[in-house]
């Protein structure tokens, strides 16, 4: 295969890991408290990044040598609370619902990305935002009659995924991939595990082993999208993310006897496009500052 053909492969993978192991969580959450779930996720999250750094060509020492290191523990421990909302959002507000909103995130980074990394925002990507905004709309469906307040978790959720992806590009300017992927798994293991055990609960022998697979699918996702950038750049790997929101509510619907309701399916279909237009549009500025760089 190409390198672009072996890229697009593990990326694939990756997301379809991704998507099922969202369910898995959806099946979790029900039934055990989130932050348990995502303090055992994260143990195993902790646990490969440290192997991946001691085994890289630089060495444990180098990769953890972070120049913002304020910044990449706090990047951390935003996501390991994101992931917990994620998982509470996904077994009180349902699979689709979480999806459809996340789906937006590119649209809250583009609003942040002004003040925060000090990117211009031109017009065309402020119409695609606010289009995507009134999708948004259409998926929440404020002025229905039984309009549920529960909703605010995805949004939080969104929001808080939103901060940590702007964190993410904040802190590439200074460290390495590598370096950020380190601090990710370890300083989220080490913040939920000041609360998590707290919530430890008795998992039956059959939650055990699902439990078992959404750490395994976890670390072979994590790894497989970190290949996939070795051949691809981020730019073509990121709308690919909007695959996993489709399979997420296939999943929803078919194993957990979800509803999506028209307007859901409308406001996530314009949700969708108008990020893959920003996303689009923010690789078009990058080029061409490369350019003008060269």
């Known amino acids: 295969m190409t390198p672009r053909a072996t890229g697009l492969c593990f990326s694939l993978s990756a997301i379809f890991i991704f ?13 055990y408290p989130p932050v348990f779930i995502a303090m055992i996720r994260f143990w195993a999250f902790a646990g490969f990044a440290l192997v991946l750094a001691s085994r890289s060509s630089v060495g444990l020492g180098a ?5 913002r290191r304020g910044l990449q523990i706090a990047r951390g421990v935003l996501l390991a609370v994101q992931i917990v909302v994620s998982i509470f959002s996904f077994s009180k507000v349902g699979l689709a619902t979480t999806h459809s909103l996340y789906a937006g995130t590119p649209l809250i980074v583009a609003c942040l990305s002004m003040p925060f990394l000090g990117e211009k925002v031109g017009r065309a990507r402020w119409i695609a935002t606010g289009i995507g905004f009134v999708g948004i709309l259409l998926i929440v469906n404020p002025l229905h009659a039984s309009f549920d307040a529960k909703i605010a978790l995805p949004l939080f959720g969104m ?12 802190a590439s300017r200074t460290d390495t991939a590598g370096t950020a992927f380190l601090y990710t798994g370890v300083a989220g293991a080490v913040a939920i595990s000041v609360v998590g055990p707290f919530y430890w609960t008795h998992l039956t022998p059959g939650d055990w082993f699902w439990m078992l697979v959404l750490c395994v699918s976890s670390t072979c996702g994590h790894y497989l999208l970190i290949r996939s950038l070795e051949y691809l750049d981020a730019v073509v790997v990121q709308p690919m993310y909007y695959i996993q929101t489709v399979l997420v509510c296939l999943i929803g619907v078919f194993v957990f006897d979800e509803v999506l309701t028209p307007n859901m399916i ?4 314009v949700v969708i496009c108008a990020g893959i237009f920003i996303i689009w549009r923010e690789a078009m500025a990058g080029r061409a500052r490369a350019a003008l760089e060269a």
Do not use: N
């Open 19 to 31: 998507a099922m192991q969202d369910g898995i969580s959806r099946h979790l959450g029900g039934a």
């Open 63 to 67: 990769t953890a040598a972070a120049k």
């Open 159 to 170: 929001m808080l995924f939103a901060a940590y992806s702007v964190m993410t590009r904040l």
């Open 266 to 269: 409308a406001g996530c279909a």
